[in-house]
């Protein structure tokens, strides 16, 4: 394919792959709603995060192509349903790949996100739209984040 552009259309892919990031990984357990993960999933592409993991416990991912806009087309999406213990086995991946891992949640009192330290790769966890993320995320994580809310 890379044959058929123009000179001009090489570089501006090579540019913006060059932006892209690996230091930061979003990951998202047993999401309920298609279209908050594809909208995650565009937003993750927007802001240059490559990697993006996919636990499916109980829920199945299914990308929304309304919602995604072919963002899927250019990020790397893992998804971890083969066993009972998904969420653990994401964790441990990415501590094994040298990331420091943050729960996210409002209801614990934990770090800023100004207050993590990004100089370290750092992979954050975002749970269901309803319950947040499992026990189990949250205790196999290497500390946690909350983001201040301040709408309704």
Same mark, same amino acid.
């Given at each position: 394919m890379?044959?058929?552009?123009?000179?001009? $259309? #090489?570089?501006?892919?090579l540019?913006? +792959? &060059?932006?892209?990031? $690996?230091?930061?990984?979003?990951?998202?357990?047993?999401?309920y709603q298609t279209h908050n993960a594809?909208?995650?999933? $565009?937003?993750?592409?927007?802001? &240059?995060?490559?990697d993006i993991h996919i636990i499916e416990?109980?829920? $199945? %991912? #299914?990308?929304?192509?309304?919602?995604?806009? &072919?963002s899927t087309k250019w990020l790397h999406v893992h #998804? %971890?349903?083969?066993?009972?213990?998904?969420?653990?086995?994401?964790?441990?991946?990415?501590?094994?790949k &040298?990331?420091?891992?943050? +729960?996210?949640s409002p209801h614990i009192k934990s770090l800023t996100l100004k207050e993590v330290p990004?100089?370290?790769k750092s992979a954050f966890l975002f749970g269901t739209e309803l319950t947040g993320l499992t026990q189990e995320a949250i205790k196999a994580s290497d500390g946690c984040v909350h983001l201040p809310m301040y709408g309704f």
């Open positions: 890379f044959s058929f552009l123009t000179e001009e $259309r #090489k570089k501006k892919f540019s913006v +792959a &060059g932006e892209r990031t $690996r230091h930061i990984t979003i990951v998202l357990e047993n999401l594809s909208a995650i999933l $565009r937003s993750c592409d927007c802001f &240059g995060v490559q416990n109980s829920n $199945r %991912y #299914k990308i929304n192509k309304d919602i995604d806009m &072919g #998804k %971890y349903s083969e066993k009972e213990s998904n969420t653990v086995d994401c964790i441990n991946h990415l501590k094994a &040298g990331y420091t891992v943050y +729960a996210t990004l100089e370290n």
